[in-house]
T-cell receptor
Framework: LAKTTQPISMDSYEGQEVNITCSHN???????ITWYQQFPSQGPRFIIQ???TKVTNEVASLFIPADRKSSTLSLPRVSLSDTAVYYC????????????FGAGTRLAVHP | GAGVSQSPSNKVTEKGKDVELRCDPI?????LYWYRQSLGQGLEFLIY????????KSGLPSDRFSAERTGGSVSTLTIQRTQQEDSAVYLC??????????????FGPGTRLTVT
């Protein structure tokens, strides 16, 4: 069964590093893992994408182990504006292709 | 350039009525996706279009749901005989190319559907 699993919620404080992990056992062998951020009443917004090892951009890093059964989004030095819901998105294949978003991790950043 | 737009932004309908939701993707994007997000929940994949090819309908929850994409651009999601459980925000997204692999998806603001 194609499924992704994320923690439901996390709390942090300004200036701290936040790591959110998503598990995805049956990801397509040649596909990327993507993370999105969503604020209330808005559509999700792309944060970062990776295939393996580590990817870094101006807002986040993404760590993917060799077996690719999980991925960890790392947000360095979060601020109040990082309070949002974070989703991992993977493409599962197995007779058909299907896009699966995780249930989302609600991150609350406190002053 | 313009992003993904959706209309209407809000729709209230009575149970049993049909509704049409519209999505205008980013110009030049060949892939278009529809998702459903129930209150406080994650995103549920419904359907995606690759250019003018027949869509992948594997995520549609019932045969009351259908979608079309005319001319490889604008898409309409139709829900027939709406039920209260259809109440949700319907999000549309587009990407430059279709999967696989996954390309960055650009989301519209969504249509909030309320079935009374």
């Amino acid at each position: 069964l194609a499924k992704t699993t994320q923690p439901i919620s996390m709390d942090s404080y300004e200036g701290q590093e936040v790591n959110i992990t998503c598990s995805h056992n049956n990801i397509a062998t040649n596909d990327y893992i993507t993370w999105y951020q969503q604020f209330p009443s808005q559509g999700p917004r792309f944060i970062i994408q990776g295939y393996k090892t580590k990817v870094t951009n101006e807002v986040a890093s993404l760590f993917i182990p060799a077996d690719r059964k999980s991925s960890t989004l790392s947000l360095p030095r979060v601020s109040l504006s990082d309070t949002a819901v974070y989703y991992c998105l993977v493409l599962f294949s197995g007779g058909y292709n299907k896009l699966i978003f995780g249930a989302g991790t609600r991150l609350a950043v406190h002053p | 350039g313009a992003g993904v737009s959706q209309s209407p932004s809000n729709k209230v309908t009575e149970k049993g009525k049909d509704v049409e939701l519209r999505c205008d993707p980013i110009s030049g994007h060949t892939a278009l996706y529809w998702y459903r997000q129930s209150l406080g929940q994650g995103l549920e994949f419904l359907i995606y279009f690759q250019g003018n090819s027949a869509p992948d309908k594997s995520g549609l929850p019932s045969d009351r749901f259908s979608a079309e994409r005319t001319g490889g651009s604008v898409s309409t999601l139709t829900i027939q005989r709406t039920q209260q459980e259809d109440s949700a925000v319907y999000l549309c997204a587009s990407s430059l190319l279709p999967p696989p692999p996954l390309y960055e998806q650009y989301f519209g603001p969504g249509t909030r559907l309320t079935v009374t």
